[in-house]
């Protein structure tokens, strides 16, 4: 009887599948629209639970990663960050005076002489001064050896460390980025340097840091092997400015930015003479194209075959 029964129902399907389509013929509608209501109330309630699941999952998710995110730094007002606005050079000076008696005992800026100093921050005598003050390795000599030189123009700002391994030894494993183009390398520029400078906190609740590790949300990991380099008072200014922790990583980062842009000013003075050459001109292709050209365009050229 089984057998019979499953023979009889192929048999139904073959016909069912074999049956032509009439067109207008009514085909079961199994919209949302059509369920009995228990069965919507039950679909909608399965919907709302599973998007609130996955939304928190998703925050949780999101929570979990978020201690591998380091805090973006603010938009600062600089004075030299508009479209025509020079950079402080009093500041830049103050700024080579915290690089010299801050920075350089950890951090290079191989790629700047003391030549670049003249007419920008300091006078050729004043640059002079500053670079025969340091003692150039060089060499060899006619013995073979190398020599220590008191430094010139053409030189470029000593490193602190003779290689890469020794910076390394000295700095707990860290290596010290070289400065020249810092503030180029950095995503936020200034800001992230000002920042990183200032933003030196007790670690939250819950966060342990190793020994001679700091934490500075601004990092990326929070966890930096840089003490904070500067405080309250830490020098005293030539030109008799406060030497608050504010003014200090302000100036820092105006030398910084001149270092990796030193064509800043340039190139903003080339761009408003441009500007005001585009002004001088425009008017003037706009009347050689508008009226000088209106004859030829708007002639016509006819073709008359010979007769």
């Known amino acids: 009887m089984a057998a019979l029964r499953a023979?009889?129902?192929?048999?139904?399907?073959?016909?069912?599948?074999?049956?032509?389509?009439?067109?207008?013929?009514?085909v079961a509608n199994l919209s949302f629209a059509s369920l009995p209501r228990n069965?919507?109330?039950?679909?909608?309630?399965?919907g709302v639970v599973t998007a609130g699941g996955a939304g928190l999952a998703l925050m949780l998710h999101q929570s979990v990663k978020a201690s591998d995110l380091e805090l973006h730094p603010p938009q600062y007002p600089w004075t030299h960050a508009g479209p025509?606005?020079?950079?402080?050079?009093?500041?830049?000076?103050?700024g080579y005076q915290v690089y010299k008696q801050v920075c350089s005992a950890c951090h290079s800026m191989e790629y700047l002489a003391?030549?670049?100093?003249?007419?920008?921050?300091?006078?050729?005598?004043?640059?002079k001064a500053?670079?025969?003050?340091?003692?150039?390795?060089?060499?060899?000599?006619?013995?073979?050896?190398?020599?220590?030189r008191p430094g010139k123009l053409s030189d470029y700002f000593p490193k602190p460390y003779a290689n890469d391994e020794a910076a390394r030894y000295a700095n707990n494993g860290a290596l010290p980025p070289d400065l020249s183009y810092i503030v180029n390398a950095r995503?936020?520029?200034?800001?992230?340097?000002f920042s990183l400078l200032t933003g030196y906190c007790e670690p939250p609740?819950?966060?342990?840091?190793?020994?001679?590790?700091?934490?500075?949300?601004?990092?990326?990991?929070?966890?930096?092997?840089?003490?904070?380099?500067?405080?309250?008072e830490i020098l005293e200014f030539d030109d008799g400015?406060?030497?608050?922790?504010?003014?200090?990583?302000?100036?820092?980062?105006?030398?910084?930015?001149?270092?990796?842009?030193?064509?800043?000013?340039?190139?903003?003075?080339m761009g408003l003479k441009l500007l005001l050459g585009s002004a001088v001109l425009m008017p003037l292709i706009y009347y050689m194209k508008r009226h000088r050209w209106s004859v030829l365009k708007s002639r016509k050229i006819a073709y008359r075959p010979p007769k």
């Open 187 to 193: 995503h936020g520029g200034e800001d992230y340097v």
């Open 205 to 232: 609740a819950g966060v342990t840091l190793r020994e001679e590790l700091y934490y500075n949300p601004y990092f990326p990991g929070q966890a930096i092997g840089m003490a904070p380099p500067i405080y309250n």
């Open 39 to 46: 069965k919507k109330a039950a679909l909608t309630a399965l």
């Open 84 to 94: 025509l606005s020079s950079l402080d050079h009093a500041s830049v000076r103050r």
């Open 130 to 148: 500053i670079a025969e003050e340091e003692g150039i390795v060089d060499g060899p000599n006619e013995k073979g050896e190398m020599f220590t």
């Open 241 to 269: 400015t406060p030497a608050t922790m504010s003014q200090v990583a302000k100036d820092v980062c105006t030398f910084l930015r001149w270092a990796a842009e030193p064509e800043h000013d340039q190139r903003k003075r």
């Open 7 to 26: 023979v009889v129902l192929a048999a139904r399907g073959k016909a069912l599948l074999k049956t032509p389509k009439t067109p207008g013929a009514p």
């Open 114 to 127: 003391f030549r670049n100093l003249v007419g920008v921050s300091h006078t050729e005598e004043e640059a």
